[in-house]
């Protein structure tokens, strides 16, 4: 479980996202979205205590998160699928991951076969896809077997097989009692497998809703999330096609 109080996030002189309260629920998938530039990856790496807050406080699982001092060891992330060495491969990658985490090496088995990259797990990184490494990037967050599961983008540059994956492995995490929380652009796919959403916008959060809840609030002519999106965000007409983007 995040849980999230008084929250602010910015830089000297510019404020970013503020987030008086937020809870991201154990069992469930939420999604976060928004518009480029409305805080999402921030508020992922403020979590993950990579960078600081100019105030309030994060707690996952009932451990404070402090930056740079405290990664909370239930917490799970996958961030950015560029955060690799191109002469490692994925196995030494994992174990290298493993060691300095205190897990045993004969998780980085384990992970391979969920992401189903056991027969290139030899191969140097640098040749592989974009798919590929998002699924390295996702074997590295479930090393730890986490109870919370942070995922920035996961879908980018995964194809249809790839797609209906990821949909299944999260729902399967979720259904055993994890926290999984997702930044996505793709409406279309949070529309088929989210259980909560949080949107953001204009430095703040707009909705923190169900997602049975937020569809049963769509206006007249509104056909599904990315009606509810615009209306929500009140993202301008030549914008709205990029909103699902």
Known sequence: MIDIRDLTLGYPG????????????????????GLNGTGKTTLLRSICGLIAPAAGTIRVDDTVVRAHRTTPA??????????????????RHLRWIARA????????GEVLEIVDL????????????LGMLQRVGIAAALL????????????NGLDIAGIRWIRELLR????????VLVASHLLDEV???????????????????????????????????????VRIAGVPGRLASGAAS
Do not use: K, Q, W
């Not at 985490?101 to 980085?108: A, F, K, M």
């Not at 056991?118 to 640098?126: I, M, N, P, Q």
């Not at 730890?144 to 879908?155: F, I, K, S, V, Y």
């Open 14 to 33: 510019v404020t970013v996202l503020e987030v008086p309260e937020l809870s991201v629920a154990d069992g469930a998938i939420t999604y976060l979205i």
């Open 144 to 155: 730890g077997a986490p109870r919370t599961l942070l995922l920035d983008e996961p879908l």
């Open 74 to 91: 239930t917490l799970g992330m996958h961030l950015d699928y560029r955060a690799f060495d191109p002469r490692h491969t994925a196995r």
């Open 101 to 108: 985490r205190g897990i045993p090496v004969g998780r980085v």
């Open 172 to 179: 399967e995490l979720a259904d055993a009692g994890t926290c």
């Open 191 to 229: 529309e088929r497998n989210a259980d909560h959403i949080v949107i953001l916008g204009n430095r703040g959060v707009l909705a923190d809703r169900p997602f049975a809840h937020l569809m049963s609030t769509l206006e007249p002519g509104e056909t599904g999330l990315e009606d509810a999106y």
């Open 118 to 129: 056991v027969g290139v797990a030899d191969r140097r990184l640098g040749h592989y896809s």
